[in-house]
């Protein structure tokens, strides 16, 4: 009895613990098909790249993100050969408890089998039976009998079924290792893959040096006109903090002038009463004025922004942060170029500091509003123009524009056209896009898309 619990104890294990690895290898295969994806619509913005003549950042970044996802992949397939490894092992070690579990079963059927031929006569199992001492004794070795012969009619089908499950195991093993195989020829596959990408990397790196003086010179126009942008920036966020603090103010003025009114009134009516009581004679008692308790200290709170004293603008600005990371991207079709934030660029002596992110995309795309809001500024920066927007306490910028659709204090929907992309050479453009706080913080664009 305790050796069926312990084979039905060691089949349990086994079954949820190949449960428990097929889910993990499902997830780690759907991940892999992910990654492939993700690769793969690389390759096709990279593709898109060729058509320009001058080769860009926007390349670069492409291949180095392919190589980044590429090391994914090869992350993901060693997982999974881990995981396979860990499924043959764990085949082995039930395959050698099952075997020597078998050899236990034979071995004591083989005993009880030698026994019941010693002992075969008809004649011994009734002069077993008509030897006991009472009736009752004769039934219990009757009894015993039957339990004999059933006891191994079982071993015969433990063994039958013990033998099934070494089987099953060892196919269980054989098909691990074919997976396993398998898996180990994607591994080198993705290997000789990324030695490509690697020197397609280094292919790129090497043509944009060829390029690196003109790249040396748009990095200093980009710089100028980032500064630009900035000073922009800063003027139409402190413009816009002025107007709100006037605009509460006003509202606060008129507040407290409606409220004075309605003292005066109140004080002019009361007044009225009693004049109107002395000429009559009727004694009017004086009103009591009730004594104002001083005012409680209010508790300390995080100091708002200006703008979130008006419930209207408030909501724009929850609004959009609800939105964070399902923005729709400002143009159709598009690749970063530069990303947000100090980066350097391997093989070239280039480093900038973005205050957003620089994407590539045709020139003449339409650029449109990420999110609904208010035109703030429309700006030149050099023979380029240029356009903020306001959404509650936030404020996205799109620059490089050849034209602009849009004026000051226009109200804009999400999607709405607001210009159209400049070319930068050879039907090339790149869109500086820029996300900003009223406490003139920029904040990483791709982080708030899509």
């Known amino acids: 009895m305790i ?6 104890f060691i089949v349990m294990v086994s079954i949820c613990g190949a449960y428990a690895q097929s889910q993990s290898s499902a997830d780690l295969k759907k991940k892999q098909a992910e990654i492939q994806r993700e690769i793969d619509a690389l390759r096709k913005q990279l593709d898109e790249t060729k058509k320009y003549k001058r080769q860009s950042l926007s390349a670069l970044n492409i291949v180095q993100k392919k190589i980044r996802l590429r090391e994914a992949q090869i992350r993901n397939v060693n997982q999974q050969i ?3 490894q860990g499924n043959i092992n764990s085949h082995w070690r039930d395959i050698v408890k099952l075997r020597s579990e078998l050899d236990t079963l034979r071995l004591q059927y083989e005993k009880s089998v030698v026994y019941a031929y010693k002992n075969r006569s008809n004649y011994d199992f009734v002069n077993f039976i008509f030897s006991a001492g009472s009736f009752n004794d004769a039934l219990k070795r009757v009894s015993y009998l039957k339990s004999y012969r059933a006891y191994r009619e079982q071993q015969a089908v433990n063994i039958k079924n013990t033998q099934t499950q070494l089987e099953q195991k060892i196919a269980n093993l054989n098909q691990s290792k074919q997976q396993k195989s398998s898996a180990l ?11 490509e990408e690697r020197k397609e990397k280094d292919a790129v790196v090497s043509k944009i040096k060829g390029q690196e003086k003109e790249l040396l010179k748009d990095m200093a126009a980009k710089r100028k006109q980032d500064n630009a942008l900035k000073n922009a920036l800063r003027a139409a966020i402190r413009r816009e903090v002025d107007a709100e603090r006037k605009r509460v103010a006003a509202i606060e003025k008129e507040r407290k002038a409606k409220e004075d009114a309605a003292r005066k009134a109140a004080a002019a009516t009361a007044k009225k009463e009693a004049d109107d009581a002395a000429k009559s004679g009727t004694v009017v008692a004086k009103p009591v004025t009730p004594v104002e308790k001083p005012a409680e200290k209010p508790a300390a709170t995080k100091p708002l922004s200006v703008f979130d004293n008006r419930d209207e603008v408030k909501l724009v600005s929850d609004n959009f942060e609800k939105n ?18 100090k980066h350097r660029y391997e093989g070239l002596t280039v480093d900038y500091d973005n205050p957003g992110i620089t994407i590539e995309a045709d020139a003449g795309s339409t650029v449109k509003a990420v999110f609904d809001g208010e035109v703030s500024y429309v700006i030149s920066v050099g023979p380029v123009q240029g356009v903020i927007l306001r959404h509650g306490k936030y404020f996205t910028t799109y620059s490089n524009l050849s034209s602009v ?10 999607g709405q056209s607001i210009g159209r992309l400049d070319e930068k050479d050879a039907g ?14 920029n904040l990483n664009p791709e982080t708030w898309l899509r």
């Open 3 to 8: 050796k069926k619990i312990l084979l039905l």
């Open 82 to 84: 881990n995981l396979i």
């Open 185 to 195: 020829e994607e591994q080198n596959k993705q290997f000789q893959v990324l030695q």
């Open 324 to 341: 964070k990371g399902s923005l729709p991207w400002p143009v159709n079709a598009g690749r970063i170029a530069m990303k947000f934030g």
């Open 405 to 414: 659709s849009v004026s000051k204090g226009q109200q804009i929907k999400t």
């Open 428 to 441: 090339r453009g790149e869109l500086e896009f820029l996300i900003t706080n009223d406490k003139n913080v």
